[in-house]
């Protein structure tokens, strides 16, 4: 079993819609989770951060669900600029950092 | 405050020939690590280094492959008699060494062997 598994999408949305990527990790000892966005030929960048108590910021929510293992992030009012590839990082306290494939993002004008 | 700095950000090299990749990370990050992307690919973890130490090398190639992290200069990812295999998108991140702390990317080498 893949320590990170993402839905590759993609997911083909309208502006202003809302939409929602999970992620679910394998190591229950994971204690750190971030959400990177890659856009394409570009490096990955970091999104935001994933707490316990979730994180939100402007029009992202991240979220954490312990018990099933996976974390969130939820888009609302998608833009365009939201299009890209979006990778999800679960740290289980070993140095490896290890990353989703990645769901694409397609917001359709 | 300068990121993550890669180069070259284009390589072309000749199949047999070496390829190194350079990494200087963010100021005050003592920990590198390289992954590879091939295209429509994720990201696949190759090496995690701290300064003149190799600490999880798990993701590297058996052979051709090595990669460093001197006391003085950047980290070197270095790929000898290259095929065209190799040609990939090489990316490197650091990070301040805190356990499970984030990671900053440079802009990435892409290595085209011909």
């Known amino acids: 079993r893949k320590e990170v598994e993402q839905d590759p999408g993609p997911f083909n949305v309208p502006e202003g819609a809302t939409v929602a990527f999970n992620c679910t990790y394998s190591n229950s000892a994971s204690q750190s989770f971030f959400w990177y966005r890659q856009d394409c030929r570009k490096e990955p960048k970091l999104l935001m951060s994933?707490?316990?108590s979730g994180n939100e910021d402007g029009r992202f929510t991240a979220q954490l669900n312990r018990a099933s293992q996976y974390i969130s992030l939820l888009i609302r009012d998608s833009k365009l600029s939201d299009s890209a590839t979006y990778l999800c990082?679960?740290?289980?306290?070993?140095?490896?950092?290890?990353f989703g494939k990645g769901t694409k993002l397609s917001v359709i004008p | 405050n300068a990121g993550v700095m890669q180069n070259p950000r284009h390589l072309v090299r000749r199949r047999g020939q070496e390829a190194r990749l350079r990494c200087s990370p963010m100021?005050?990050?003592?920990?590198v690590y390289w992954y590879r992307q091939l295209p429509e690919e994720g990201l696949k973890f190759m090496v995690y280094?701290?300064?003149?130490?190799?600490?999880?090398e798990s993701g590297m190639p058996k052979e051709r492959f090595s990669a460093e992290f001197p006391k003085e200069g950047p980290s070197i990812l270095r790929i000898q008699q290259v095929v065209r295999g190799d040609s990939a998108a090489y990316f490197c991140?650091?990070?301040?060494?805190?356990?499970?702390?984030?990671?900053?990317f440079g802009q990435g080498t892409r290595l085209t062997v011909v």
């Open positions: 100021k005050g990050h003592s920990h």
């Open positions: 994933v707490y316990s």
């Open positions: 990082y679960s740290g289980a306290g070993s140095y490896q950092l290890t």
């Open positions: 280094l701290q300064k003149e130490n190799i600490i999880d």
């Open positions: 991140a650091s990070s301040p060494g805190q356990l499970n702390t984030e990671a900053f």
